[in-house]
């Protein structure tokens, strides 16, 4: 196992005139090479400590864009502790977890600026970046520096952090060694072998861990081409045009392309070597049709607090019920099964976090068997792994984004007038019940001042009234 530094340095004499990162500029992919990318992560570096940045927190909030590639290489590789964060956040939710960590410099994206005006007042001392503004000079900055750039190589240092939903609460920060990170390499490879023959096209968040680790990081082992996706709405024609080899999907877009299906797709998905779909629940029909049209699309399963993948689908594997084959490099049980076998997954491993950051409550996920992930499943002697549920109240969308029940229902409770309130799943997004004496119309308001503070995934779409409170249904 190397370090993010000692591949690129490899990358750069194996591959340095292979392209490595495409972009759409004017409707045309254009691609740079390792030779480019690296060379510019390495200015970033040079010019990040520079200013005072080494082994502090850097936050990462954009779009997906190779800038975000870039700078996600340069801080884990050789500055300091990366964390990437849902672009979708609100300032609310920015404001926990700037709370959560000592954060010494943001990264954000221009269309994110408004997000983190508010906030800059309130951290003086934090060094705040507009990625489209600073980069390039960054970029030459560091190009004329002769600064050196040893890199971050011992393997037990935090590389990431990750936050879980920080909606009413600080939010849990899951904190990722290189050694976690990679872990799952040798594993996965054995399993789906990718190389630098294949082409890889990217249209999940970045800052997932799934996509951040499987679709991002090991393009520096592998040597696979980036293709990233310009637009969700132009997902399916660039899937034809790129016609890649490697995609990681989550569900929502699996039955996307489930409806959109036509000759053409169905060539192109034929194509792909290895079809990944992880971060939610797959529905068995979909998964069954894919799979008996010739397509080699792989369920996984994993959390952020373990690197990513628990298990995974074989190539060819017939039993279409199992969420995927544990990863042998990890120790999975099943904790107090029931007559039937069900009970919660616990994982122990080098691919999982040593634990949450500043925690001293008493309900920690971490102990002396590994994390417990709070969810349900069956375990077969051969390491097929069947998920049966949550044991906490989660919903979990249909674009593998968690959901945290309690925490919506303690945001709605923060009106006394409240009695009750009760939240639920209802096509793949939240709703709500209440029980209030308050008028309709203010029970409106109130839901959009929650909602407000909400990113768009976690926003209540619908709103029931109970019997014995006045309007019905709110819409």
């Known amino acids: 196992m190397k370090s993010i530094s000692e591949y690129l340095s490899e990358d750069y004499a194996k591959w340095a005139d292979r392209p490595y990162i ?20 390495r200015a970033i570096s040079r010019a990040l400590l520079s200013r005072g940045l080494a082994d502090k ?17 340069a801080i884990m590789g050789y500055v300091g502790t990366c964390v990437p964060v849902d672009k979708e956040w609100t300032t609310y939710d920015l404001q926990n977890t700037l709370s959560a960590i000592p954060v010494s410099a943001v990264f954000y994206s221009r269309s994110r600026k408004e997000r983190f005006l508010p906030l800059q007042a309130q951290y003086p001392d934090t060094i705040w970046f507009c990625i ?40 849990k920060a899951i904190p990722l060694t290189q050694e976690n990170l990679f872990a799952n390499w040798e594993t996965l490879y054995k399993r789906t072998p990718m190389t630098e023959q294949d082409v ?49 999907t989550v569900p929502l877009f699996l039955y996307q392309m489930h409806r959109a299906m036509s000759a053409e797709l169905l060539e192109v998905l034929r ?18 049709y894919f799979i008996r049209q010739g397509i080699c699309l792989l369920e996984a399963y994993g959390t952020t607090e373990t690197s990513s993948v628990i298990a995974l689908a074989l190539p060819g594997d017939p039993d ?22 069900v ?24 102990d002396g068997d590994g994390y417990h992930t709070g969810d349900l499943g069956v375990l077969s002697p051969d390491g097929h792994l069947y998920l049966k549920g949550r044991k906490k109240r989660m ?72 019997p014995d409170t006045p309007g019905g249904r709110i819409k």
């Not at 927190?57 to 996600?72: F, G, T």
């Not at 489209?132 to 990431?160: F, N, V, W, Y």
């Not at 194509?271 to 069954?288: D, M, N, Q």
């Not at 042998?328 to 029931?338: A, G, K, M, R």
Request: aromatic share 10%.
């Open 22 to 41: 495409s972009t759409k500029e004017n409707g045309v992919y254009r691609a740079c090479t390792f030779r480019e990318a690296i060379d510019d992560i």
């Open 57 to 73: 927190n850097v936050m990462l909030c954009s779009e997906n864009s190779r800038e975000w590639i870039l700078l996600y290489f």
């Open 132 to 171: 489209e503004d600073i980069l390039p000079g960054l970029i030459r900055e560091g190009k004329t520096s002769s600064l050196p750039l040893p890199g971050r190589t011992q393997m037990g240092r935090t590389a990431m952090i990750l936050f879980t939903s920080g909606t009413t609460n600080i939010p």
């Open 200 to 248: 890889s096209y990217v249209f999940l968040p970045f800052h997932h861990v799934y996509t951040g680790v499987a679709n991002i990081l090991y393009t520096i082992v592998s040597g696979m081409q980036l293709f990233l996706c310009s637009g969700l709405q132009y997902m399916i024609p660039e899937l034809m045009e790129v016609r890649p080899t490697v995609v990681c």
């Open 271 to 288: 194509g792909i070597r290895f079809l990944y779909c992880g971060g939610s629940f797959t529905e068995p029909g979909v998964k069954a």
């Open 320 to 341: 279409l019920a199992a969420n995927g084959v544990v990863f042998e490099n990890l120790n999975v049980q099943i904790l107090d099964p029931d007559e039937n076998g």
């Open 343 to 366: 009970g919660e997954i616990v994982v122990a491993g080098k691919s999982v976090s040593a634990g949450y950051l500043n925690r001293n409550d008493h309900y920690s996920e971490f």
């Open 395 to 466: 919903i979990l969308t249909a674009n593998g984004k968690n959901v945290y029940v309690d925490e919506l229902e303690e945001m709605l409770l923060q009106n006394p007038l409240i009695k009750t309130a009760t939240v639920f799943e209802e096509d793949h997004h939240p709703a709500a019940s209440l029980v209030s004496d308050l008028p309709e119309k203010e029970v409106q308001d109130y839901l959009a001042a929650v909602n407000a503070r909400l990113p768009k995934y976690k926003q209540i779409r619908r709103l029931y009234l109970k």
